[in-house]
């Protein structure tokens, strides 16, 4: 028969050896209906489409520079940002863009890695 201490133990050590599998909550991206790379794709020379789209991505690096004062993205041209996000896109098709403007931000922000909780 196991006793209480044994059981406490055994479920403590259950309990912490399946914390690195627990999964984060995935990010929750407000945004367009659509931020697949392919919508990115297909607003190249339509200036009322891709303007919004790089205004959202000012914003969500402004929003990065708010949430993390010490790892800042500098000054970035809106032709810098075309470019990144372009050849983020060609490299992950099947991506958004969203996710290449979160990697531009890891990449521009000196901190090269994901945010992590």
């Keep these: 028969m196991i006793h209480k201490k044994q059981l406490k133990f055994l479920v403590i ?3 912490t050896l399946s914390l690195p599998y627990a ?3 995935p990010l929750k991206t407000l945004g367009f209906d659509d931020m697949s790379c392919q919508a990115w794709k297909q607003s190249k020379g339509d200036a009322d489409q891709r303007g919004p789209y790089i205004a959202w991505i000012r914003g969500l690096l402004t929003g990065h520079n708010y949430a993390r004062p010490s790892q800042q993205v500098s000054t970035i041209s809106s032709g810098t940002i075309e470019q990144w ?3 983020y896109c060609t490299d992950h098709p099947q991506s958004g863009f969203d996710e290449a403007a979160l990697r ?4 521009f922000s000196g901190r090269n ?3 992590t909780k």
């Design 13 to 15: 050590l259950l309990a």
């Design 23 to 25: 999964q984060a909550e």
């Design 113 to 115: 890695a994901a945010i």
């Design 85 to 87: 996000i372009n050849r």
């Design 104 to 107: 531009l931000s890891d990449q």
